[in-house]
């Protein structure tokens, strides 16, 4: 302790003593404070005790009671036990001992049954026989001195055994020798009374497979003798399958009721596995039948070397050819189109004739179609028969049988069938498409488009449809996406060359056209109109291919409902995945891309149609505003304002040219053409308004104009083309204003930032005026 030498330190002592006195006090404080709840629960506790006494005396009698209970329990328990012991053991004794009293029923039952051929009831004894615990009854009859009794009856027994089933096999092979299904059914009941059910499936399927041998042979030669002219000899391979297929739906609806009932259920599947061996088999034969009579591989190796080398397959010779064709594909309908003509172009190469392979690209269809329901059938037939069973046994019952089909020669045939069958739709649709787009021309006088639409979209709607009778979701979607690449590349680049040509608007030719039917009229002695003629006749083509580019649109959305429908008929809603439905979607996006292409092609079909027909004539009707004088006095005001001579003659000569336009073009793309018009003209106004200077009056009568031409040109289109007004509207403005303050109004109102025009743009404007000065709408805050 460091020693006191000092009142400070002395005083710093004392503090701290003082400081530590005062908590010590706070600290009794609280503790006296706590007196009372002490007292209070001490009290409580003393008056409980009693309590707690009587409740320890309780649990200790509980305890007893307890512990009495549970010792009675295991004595009762074990006692039950016992008695259950031997309950079992009485009855495992009175079955042993009735075994014993059937087993000798069983042997004179046998015999007598075999003597009497009455085979269901020898095998009834059998079954009853072979259910029987045999090493215990010989243990029961060897401490009950019968043990050589019981020998000698098992011994019986096992002779009778393999001697009913002996009998029992060689009835059944003379039965399905002959066909007698009765007598077939009868022995095939036997089996599993032997203890054979697995010999009794393999039997019954190998007769059950010979009735499917004979009677597909007997289909098949049907099918080879069918005469060509026959309605269904285009079919007929595909018939042939039809009616191998329906052959064992029967077989398996007839028989399945008698394997269930008596084999139990999950056994059908056994019989499915060799009845589909020789399905594999005969469907291989006829097969293997249509590739030879169709000529299917050399077919195929044609197309192939035709689709490698890229080169045009075809030609046809009339577009009467091209419907026939159609009308073929779909069953005979008549698909007609009016005012197709031309001529006969045989193509030197030995490639097929997409009309040759309609025919077989229905059978192709239609057999893979049958195909696809027969393997459903069997995987509806499999879960039907495991039902009754858990949910992994259907489980693994299904894996088995999908094994099955999947490693089957049918599954295998039918997807080199489909390879074929797309590569050939394929070919189809590209030949056919190209033959329309050569074969194209006006449907009529008064059509909007040509007859290429019609025949493009009909061709590929009819093989899309097919592809979906195939029953392949696969095969579907890829000629769907074929399809959108045809649409996408080549009837896009077909309507962009044609557009390409471009408008011959003859507008800038009169006098050279004049000039050469005259000379020609002079050397001839009569008027050459074949010039003109061909210009019309270009200039009809140009504006139905793009009526075709925008009616392609409409035709698109149309289709896809349409095939939405058609496929999700022809495959079957139960039948369809979530995988299938998205591939399904994913496929008709695609079409997508195709109506973005179309979209371009219309656009730039108008942008040839502004360039050649619009802006020529636009031009000269625009610049008549420069002559006319635009610092009016308030008659020369009165007296425009009455005429108003150009805006009059501006709308009058519109209204003649897009009235050219709007019988011939279809309402999207005669609103386009509005649109355009409206925007040219607005540009072609700003242009000649710079060049111009105006008065307040001559503001006023501008004002008016564009107005005029505003109202005309909204009334012209169902779409909204104030837009493109807009700039020519505030140009207009800006002119009327009474003076440059005003335009500090008008640019800081709350419509300010939807001003076209930039504030250099609207003080160059500002400077047409020549009753504005320069300095005030120098100084004008923009």
Known sequence: MDCIDSREKIDELYKKLTQQEEENDK?????????????????????????????HNDAVKLADMISHTSTLAESVSAKVRQLDISRSRVSECQQRVQDLQDLKLCKEGVKTALENEEYEKAAGHIHRFLAMD???????????????????????????????????????????AKDNAADVERFFKIFP????????????????AGKLTVMAQKTLKTCLDTPIHDKRAPVVYADALTLLFEGIARVLEAHQPIVETFYGPGNLLDVIERLQQECDKES?????????????????????????????????????????????????????????????????????????????????SIAHSRAELYMRFLRRRITTDFESGDEEQREAGLKQMELVLQRSDLCRLMQELLGHYLLLERYYMSESVRKAMTLDTLDGEDSQTSSVLDDVFYILRMSIRRSSQSGSMDGTCAVINDACTLLEIDFCSYLHRQLKKGYSSGYLDLTAQAYNMWQSSLQQGRLNTSTQSDSDSARVMFLAHLNNADASLEFIKVMIRGLEEDIVTSIGAKNLTANDQAKLSSCLSGFGSVTASLRHVAEYGLQQLIASAV?????????????????????????????????????????????????????ANYDALVGHVASEITTQMEKVIMKSCFNRLGGLALDKEVRALAGYLTAATTLSIRDKLARLTQIATVLNLEKPSEMSDYWGSSAGHLWRLTASEVRQIMLLRVDFKAEEIKKLKL
């Open 27 to 55: 600290y009794l404080e609280s503790i006296m404070a706590r007196q009372v709840n002490l007292e209070a629960k001490l009290n409580n506790i003393t008056k409980a005790l009693p309590n707690l006494q009587i409740l």
């Open 134 to 176: 045999q090493a215990a009854l010989k243990k029961t009859a060897s401490h009950m001195s019968q043990g050589r009794s019981v020998e000698d009856c098992f011994t019986q027994l096992d002779s009778a055994t393999k001697e009913l089933r002996l009998i029992v096999a060689k009835n059944f092979e003379q039965a399905a």
């Open 193 to 208: 009374l032997l203890g054979d059910k697995a010999e009794g499936l393999k039997r019954f399927s190998t007769y059950l």
């Open 284 to 364: 291989r034969k006829i097969l293997t039948e249509l590739i030879q009579r169709r000529n299917l591989d050399h077919i195929v190796r044609q197309v192939d070397d035709a689709s490698r080398g890229g080169a045009p397959m075809h030609t046809v010779a009339s577009s009467a050819s091209l419907v026939s064709m159609a009308a073929s594909a779909s069953g005979g309908q008549t698909h007609r189109r009016a005012g197709s003509t031309g001529g006969s172009v045989e193509s030197d190469r030995k490639v097929p004739d997409p009309r040759d392979l309609d025919p077989l690209l229905n059978e192709l």
């Open 615 to 667: 802006k020529p004539r636009t031009g000269p009707w625009v610049d008549a505003f420069m002559q006319a004088n635009h610092q009016l006095t308030e008659e020369e005001f009165a007296s425009y304002e009455a005429d108003e001579p150009f805006v009059q003659n501006l709308i009058h000569n519109l209204e003649g040219l897009l009235s050219s336009f709007k019988a011939k073009l279809t309402f």
